[in-house]
């Protein structure tokens, strides 16, 4: 799993050849994606509202997932777990202080942030199949700690418990999002801004250190770059954008489950992703999708919501044997064929 440290070597984790700069072409599609769900789902019923408001909370934690990967070629699979630390944060400074929900939003971002650069340490010395499991185990130990102790529910003492039979509390939504429907659009104005802000992110000097460094370390040190500082600022990213939708969840719900929380859905996060494709910023929204609504669809259908994994197994075995690039490229490659079919250009 881990980059070679030559540029001579071959990339594991380097993008498919032209795809980053075809990835650039499908912004057209994200924005087309957020504006048919801002116009359709207001017109659903309650139920599917808040699958699609969590399937955006997953979808801005799923950037950092497709961060790490696709930019420094680093698997983290502790995705679910850090929305859930991001989650925890919220719900804490928001019973704790009492304030807008925009302020604690914020913070919960920025803690996570933190806790995402203290989990990228590792990096510095760990590659590949180490810090793959290092991330894992701290998805389990935070999985037992949540389990155990349980989120912030109004109480007092750092953990924030209510004790004895008194009734829990729920995290106040913002002022402006109070429905149900208000709050979707909300979460999707705060996805909008999140994607944006990744795209920016990734497009400055910052971005290029990442991509001197994912073409091997001598070339990120032959051209000055530092190659600790680039990394930790990837993995404080990657922890804000899980924060920021761990918060979301935690007020679309009002309160988090421990039990929602298992590892196994930090994997499960992470094969999406590849299988929607980590080069693209669309990927993210579809990993989102296939999280959250994918499962919801089959069981409206009368389908075990659980046969999803079985799918998702198999789309994963054909995303790595025969489609690198993922669902996002082959739309990608999809709408370009159509354009050009249509403008009479041969490919």
Known sequence: ??????SRTPLPHAAPRGFLAAAASQHGGLITAFFLMALIVPFLGSYWIKNFTSMIAVAIAAQGVALLHARLGFVSLAGIAMMGVGGWFGLRLAHATGLPFEIVLVLAALCTGAAGVLLGLPA????GLIYALITLMFAAGFH??????????????FWGR???????????????????????LYALAIAAAAFTATHIVTKSAVGRAWAMIRAGDAVAHAAGVRIGVARAKAFGLAGAL???GGCLLAGS????????????QSLLLYGLVIIAGPWSLAAALIAGFLYRMFPAILDSWG????IAITIFGLA????????????????????????????????
């Open 124 to 127: 510095l010395k760990h590659r």
């Open 1 to 6: 799993m881990a980059m070679s440290e030559t």
């Open 242 to 244: 899980a924060g920021v």
């Open 303 to 306: 389908v075990d919501g659980d």
């Open 144 to 157: 037992v700690v949540v389990s155990s102790i349980g989120f912030p529910d109004g109480g007092s003492g």
């Open 162 to 184: 209510i004790d004895g039979s008194a009734e829990r509390q729920l995290m106040a939504r913002p002022a402006i999002a109070a429905s149900d429907l208000a709050y979707f």
């Open 316 to 347: 994963l075995i054909h995303a790595i044997v025969s489609a690198p690039r993922g669902i996002a490229g082959q739309l990608h490659d999809l709408t370009s064929a159509i354009q050009n079919r249509f403008s009479g250009v041969d490919r």
């Open 253 to 264: 719900i009002g309160q988090l489950d421990g039990r929602s929380f298992d590892p196994v």
